[in-house]
């Protein structure tokens, strides 16, 4: 079926009937593609992602991946949550996920999320994919709002989100519990108007 462009959006064009891909300095982001699911897998199993998150289970089957593919294609379709694949532009490698999820259409509002491999860390990438949710989020679909949340022993995902203008909102108390222990979860935000005046967002 031949593509209709729905809107122009900075280095990206959205497609009805297509798929959503951007493009930044150093990644192409992208929803994912059957033939993802075994570089998908070799990300998503790493103990280091698991650890720091709240729903991705320790044993992530090919079956669960099936799944999970299946399901962020019908929530991207009925808008309620957009998961994307990370790329390196420089070779194709996948590198992690990133994505605005718990969309809501009545508070015009998404949550952030994101994951990287373990080789990659440090390098400024997710940061890079973060600020391309913020500019789809209130760029393409004009969300008012975009939160994050993360456990509170999880300071470089607190860090990825102050330097994309993000405000600490407050600490949720023992708000989670995983393999029995309760964890504290923080949550961050950037309103609709901060990201369009706040000239720091880029440069933070
Ligand atoms: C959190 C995560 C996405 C960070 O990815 P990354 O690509 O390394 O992030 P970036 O390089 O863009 O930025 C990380 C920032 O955190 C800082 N940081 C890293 N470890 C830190 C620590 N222990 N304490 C304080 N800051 C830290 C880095 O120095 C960097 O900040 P800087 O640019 O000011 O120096 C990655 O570690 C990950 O996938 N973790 C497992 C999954 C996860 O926790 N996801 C988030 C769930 S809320």
Same mark, same amino acid.
């Given at each position: 079926? &031949? @593509?209709?462009?729905?809107?122009?959006?900075?280095? @990206?064009?959205?497609?009805?009937? =297509?798929?959503?891909?951007?493009?930044?300095? #150093?990644? /192409?982001?992208?929803?994912?593609?059957?033939?993802?699911?075994?570089?998908?897998? #070799?990300?998503?199993?790493? !103990?280091?992602?698991?650890?720091?998150?709240?729903?991705?289970?320790?044993?992530?089957?090919?079956? &669960?991946?099936?799944?999970?593919? #299946?399901?962020? &294609?019908?929530?991207?379709?009925?808008?309620?949550?957009?998961?994307?694949?990370?790329?390196?532009?420089?070779?194709?490698?996948?590198?992690?996920?990133?994505?605005?999820? =718990?969309?809501?259409? %009545?508070?015009?509002?998404?949550? /952030? $999320?994101?994951?990287?491999? %373990? @080789?990659?860390?440090?390098?400024?990438?997710? %940061? *890079?994919? @973060?600020? *391309?949710?913020? #500019?789809?989020?209130?760029?393409?679909?004009?969300?008012?709002?975009?939160?994050?949340?993360?456990?509170?022993? =999880? !300071?470089?995902?607190?860090?990825?989100?102050?330097? /994309?203008?993000?405000?600490?909102?407050?600490?949720?108390?023992?708000?989670?519990?995983?393999?029995? /222990?309760?964890?504290?979860?923080?949550?961050?935000?950037?309103?609709? $108007?901060?990201?369009? %005046?706040? $000239?720091?967002?880029?440069?933070?």
């Amino acid at each position: 079926m &031949k @593509a209709e462009i729905l809107k122009p959006y900075g280095n @990206a064009v959205m497609y009805q009937m =297509n798929q959503f891909e951007m493009r930044t300095d #150093r990644l /192409i982001i992208r929803e994912y593609r059957r033939t993802d699911i075994d570089d998908f897998l #070799r990300v998503v199993r790493q !103990p280091e992602i698991y650890d720091t998150t709240c729903g991705i289970p320790r044993n992530y089957t090919r079956q &669960k991946a099936v799944e999970w593919f #299946r399901y962020i &294609k019908s929530s991207c379709r009925q808008m309620k949550s957009y998961e994307f694949g990370m790329f390196l532009k420089n070779g194709g490698a996948y590198i992690g996920n990133v994505g605005l999820i =718990n969309v809501s259409m %009545t508070h015009n509002h998404a949550d /952030i $999320s994101y994951y990287i491999d %373990t @080789a990659m860390r440090g390098q400024g990438l997710t %940061t *890079e994919a @973060a600020k *391309e949710m913020l #500019r789809l989020g209130f760029g393409y679909f004009g969300f008012e709002k975009i939160s994050g949340l993360c456990m509170s022993i =999880n !300071p470089a995902s607190r860090r990825i989100m102050e330097k /994309i203008g993000m405000k600490f909102e407050g600490t949720m108390r023992s708000e989670i519990l995983k393999d029995g /222990i309760y964890y504290d979860i923080d949550r961050l935000s950037i309103l609709r $108007s901060e990201y369009f %005046t706040n $000239s720091n967002v880029e440069s933070a």
